[in-house]
Antibody, heavy 118, light 108 residues
Framework: EVQLVESGGVVVQPGGSLRLSCAAS????????MHWVRQAPGKGLEWVSL????????YYADSVKGRFTISRDNSKNSLYLQMNSLRAEDTALYYC???????????WGQGTLVTVSS | EIVMTQSPATLSVSPGERATLSCRAS??????LAWYQQKPGQAPRLLIY???TRATGIPARFSGSGSGTEFTLTISSLQSEDFAVYYC??????????FGQGTRLEIK
C-alpha cells in the first residue's frame, strides 16, 4: 500500500523558514518523480514544485521560485521542501504527491499545515 | 501558463441522477487531463487520467471524455459518497501543472 506522510508544518512568523518532510512507503521511491502541492484554507489546489527521480531536475511555481527548495533522499525514501522568506500567502496545507505518467498525481499524503502569521 | 476553467462552480444534483462537470483549457492540452475528487478534510483522490482512463479502484459510474480544450467528467448515478469538490488538472504543458478552480457537487 502506497503511503505518503508529511510532517513539519507549524506556525511561523513572516520572513521565517521551515522544512517540510514527506516519508514514502509502499512503492519504489527512487523510480518516481515527486511533487509538492498546496491548498490555502478554503481554496483550490496549487502546484508548488517537482523533483525528478534522481533529484537531478527541479521545477518551481513562480510564486515560490527563489524562496523554496525541493530535495529528496532516496536512501531514506524521503522528500523535503525547504521554505525560506515565508509570507502570509504561503499559509496552506502542503501535500506531497507521487508523480505518474506525464505528471499527474496518483497518490497524495494527508498534508501538513503551514501557517505564516505574526 | 495554461488556464483551466471549470463550470459550474456549484452543481446541485439529486442522488441517483447524472452529474456532468466541465473543464476548459485556455489552449490545447491534448488528452493530458486528470480529474480529482476531494472530500472535506481529505486529500484529493485521482479519478481519471488521460482524459478518459479511470484510476485503479474508481467505480465505473465515473467517466471522462474530451480532448484538446474541452473536457467532461460524468457521474452516471450519484451516490451519497460522490458529493465532493472535483478538480481538473492539465499536465500537457508544464511547469506549472495547473488545476481548475473546482466544482462543488452538492445534494439537491
Amino acid at each position: 500500500e502506497v503511503q505518503l506522510v508529511e510532517s513539519g508544518g507549524v506556525v511561523v512568523q513572516p520572513g521565517g523558514s521551515l522544512r517540510l518532510s514527506c516519508a514514502a512507503s509502499g512503492f519504489t521511491f527512487d523510480d518516481y518523480a515527486m511533487h509538492w502541492v498546496r491548498q490555502a484554507p478554503g481554496k483550490g489546489l496549487e502546484w508548488v514544485s517537482l523533483i525528478s527521480w534522481d533529484g537531478g531536475s527541479t521545477y518551481y511555481a513562480d510564486s515560490v521560485k527563489g524562496r523554496f527548495t525541493i530535495s529528496r533522499d532516496n536512501s531514506k525514501n524521503s522528500l523535503y521542501l525547504q521554505m525560506n522568506s515565508l509570507r502570509a500567502e504561503d499559509t496552506a496545507l502542503y501535500y506531497c504527491a507521487k508523480a505518474q505518467g506525464g505528471n499527474y498525481f496518483d497518490y497524495w499524503g494527508q498534508g501538513t499545515l503551514v501557517t505564516v502569521s505574526s | 501558463e495554461i488556464v483551466m476553467t471549470q463550470s459550474p462552480a456549484t452543481l446541485s444534483v439529486s442522488p441517483g441522477e447524472r452529474a456532468t462537470l466541465s473543464c476548459r483549457a485556455s489552449q490545447s492540452v491534448s488528452s493530458n487531463l486528470a480529474w480529482y475528487q476531494q472530500k472535506p478534510g481529505q486529500a484529493p483522490r485521482l479519478l481519471i487520467y488521460g482524459a478518459s482512463t479511470r484510476a485503479t479502484g474508481i467505480p465505473a459510474r465515473f467517466s471522462g471524455s474530451g480532448s484538446g480544450t474541452e473536457f467532461t467528467l460524468t457521474i452516471s448515478s450519484l451516490q451519497s459518497e460522490d458529493f465532493a469538490v472535483y478538480y481538473c488538472q492539465q499536465y500537457n504543458n508544464w511547469p506549472p501543472a495547473t488545476f481548475g478552480q473546482g466544482t462543488r457537487l452538492e445534494i439537491k
